[in-house]
C-alpha cells in the first residue's frame, strides 16, 4: 500500500520561511521583487513571510536601490544583532572558540593548546568550557543570549555527538554529552567533523561561494578534504581521508601506520621537518607545529632553504589535487585550515603548477585552485554555522 504523505499549512509556512531566509542569508541583501523571482512564490506570499520575519526579529530593511522606471526598490538582510552563535574548534593540538553574531561576523576569538589534557575528553571538553565562558565574559553576552554552540572534531560523529577520531585516541567517545554537561550555556550543541565545518564555511562566506562542485581542503597537523556539490544553499557535502592517499610508494612514515601518505608530506609538522633538513636551515622557535610553519613560511621570503621546502610542499600538494581533479571534477579547489592560511599563496603557484602536470588537461583547464579566504580561524567559523544552518532550516523558529 502507498504511504501518502501529506503537507500541513504550518509545513508549507516554515518551508516559505526557509527559503527566503536561507536566499537572504546566503546570497545577502535583496527586494521583494528579487525574492519572488528567485523562490517561485507569489509576491503576496513572499509579502507575508518578509512581513512575519520583520515582525520576528530576524529580518531588517535594508536601504534601497533604484529601479528601472519604477520606484526605489527597499531592500532586505537577515539582522546580524539577532543572535550570537559560538564556533569551537577542537584540533589536535589547540582548542579555538569564537564568538560570532548572526551574520557570522567575530566578535571575539581565543586560541589555547592543548597541551596538559593528555587529549582526555573530559579534560578537553573542561577546556572548551572554560574558553566558551571566556569569550562570553569579554563581550558581556549572557550565557541565555546565545542561539547555539557549533562544535568541530577531527574525525567521525556519530548518533548526535559520539566522536570517533582517531588522530585524537578517542574512539566512540561521548562528546556531545560530555560537553552539553560542562558547557556554560543551555542552547543546543551541534557537532561534526571538521572537515565539513571548514567547507560549509568557506562556501557560506569565503573562497568557495559560487562555485557548484568544490574541494576545500583543510590542511594542517592533520590534512583531510571536504566535497560539496550544490553551491552554497544546504550544500551536500561529503568528508574525505584524502591526507591518507598515497603519493609515494614506500616513502615517508605516516601516523596512520601506513608510508607515503600525502599527510607525510604537507601536514604541518612535515613541511618543518623538510626545512630542516635541509642544508642552510636554522632552528625554529615556535611551540607549535603552525607556529613552527609560520616561522618557516616567513623566511622563505629571504632563505632558499625554506623557500625550496615550500616548493617541494607545493609539488606534493598538486599531485594530491590531481587526483582530487582527475576523481571529482570539481570546478574549484580552495586551500583552508590553520597550515592554508598560512601556506595557501606562498605555494598556490606551484599547486597550480604540479596538478596542471599530473592531472589531466581538460579537467585541470576547468578546476581554480585557490587559498582560503577565512584565514586560521575557519574552522570555528565553520562550526559556528551549524547553528545557523539549523536556525535557517526552521524558518528562523528558536527553541523555546
Known amino acids: ?78 539582522r546580524p544583532d539577532f543572535a550570537r552563535v559560538v564556533g569551537v574548534d577542537v584540533g589536535e593540538t589547540h582548542v579555538c572558540v569564537g564568538l560570532f553574531d548572526c551574520a557570522l561576523e567575530t566578535l571575539a576569538t581565543v ?21 566558551v565562558t571566556r569569550v562570553l565574559g569579554e563581550c558581556g553576552v549572557a550565557p541565555d543570549g546565545v542561539l547555539g554552540v557549533g562544535v568541530g572534531v577531527p574525525g567521525a560523529v556519530r548518533d548526535g555527538g559520539v566522536v570517533h577520531a582517531p588522530t585524537l585516541g578517542w574512539a566512540g567517545i561521548g562528546f556531545g554529552d560530555l560537553l552539553r554537561a560542562h558547557l556554560p550555556v543551555a542552547a543546543p550543541v551541534h557537532l561534526d567533523n571538521r572537515a565539513r565545518t571548514l567547507g560549509q564555511a568557506e562556501m557560506w562566506r569565503g573562497a568557495g561561494r559560487g562555485a557548484e562542485r568544490a574541494v576545500i581542503a583543510l590542511l594542517g597537523v592533520g590534512v583531510g578534504a571536504a566535497f560539496v556539490t550544490g553551491g552554497a544553499s544546504f550544500p551536500a557535502i561529503t568528508t574525505t581521508e584524502w591526507g591518507h592517499t598515497v603519493v ?35 632552528p625554529v622557535h615556535g611551540g607549535q607545529a603552525e607556529a613552527q610553519l609560520a616561522e618557516v613560511a616567513a623566511r622563505a621570503r629571504t632563505s632558499g632553504a625554506a623557500a625550496e621546502a615550500l616548493a617541494e610542499t607545493g609539488e606534493y600538494l598538486g ?68 547553528p545557523i544552518e539549523a536556525l535557517l532550516a526552521s524558518g528562523g523558529r528558536t527553541a523555546a
Open 1 to 78: 500500500m502507498t504511504r501518502v504523505l501529506r503537507q500541513t499549512t504550518r509545513d508549507l509556512r516554515r518551508h516559505n520561511r526557509a527559503a527566503l531566509l536561507c536566499s537572504l542569508y546566503l546570497r545577502g541583501p535583496a527586494s521583494r521583487l528579487e525574492l519572488v523571482a528567485e523562490s517561485g512564490l507569489s509576491p503576496a506570499t513572499v509579502t507575508n513571510v518578509v512581513a512575519e520575519l520583520i515582525a520576528d526579529g530576524l529580518v531588517a530593511e535594508a536601504g534601497s536601490v533604484e529601479s528601472d522606471g519604477g520606484r526605489p526598490r527597499t531592500l532586505l538582510r537577515v
Open 111 to 131: 586560541q589555547l593548546p592543548l597541551g596538559g589534557t593528555n587529549l582526555e575528553p573530559v579534560e578537553v571538553a573542561r577546556q572548551v568550557r572554560a574558553e
Open 248 to 282: 609515494q610508494s614506500g616513502g615517508a612514515d605516516c601516523r596512520c601506520g601506513s608510508r607515503g601518505c600525502l599527510e607525510a608530506y604537507v601536514g604541518a609538522e612535515a613541511v618543518v621537518r623538510r626545512y630542516l633538513d635541509k642544508p642552510g636551515s636554522e
Open 319 to 386: 599531485i594530491g589535487i590531481a587526483n582530487l581533479i582527475n576523481l571529482l571534477a570539481p570546478d574549484r579547489v580552495v586551500l583552508a585550515g590553520s597550515a592554508g592560511a598560512v601556506l595557501g599563496r606562498a605555494v598556490v603557484a606551484h599547486v597550480r603548477t604540479a596538478s596542471a602536470r599530473h592531472a589531466l588537461a581538460y579537467l585541470a583547464e576547468s578546476t581554480a585552485i585557490e587559498p582560503g579566504h577565512l584565514g586560521p580561524e575557519a574552522v570555528a567559523l565553520g562550526a559556528a554555522t551549524l
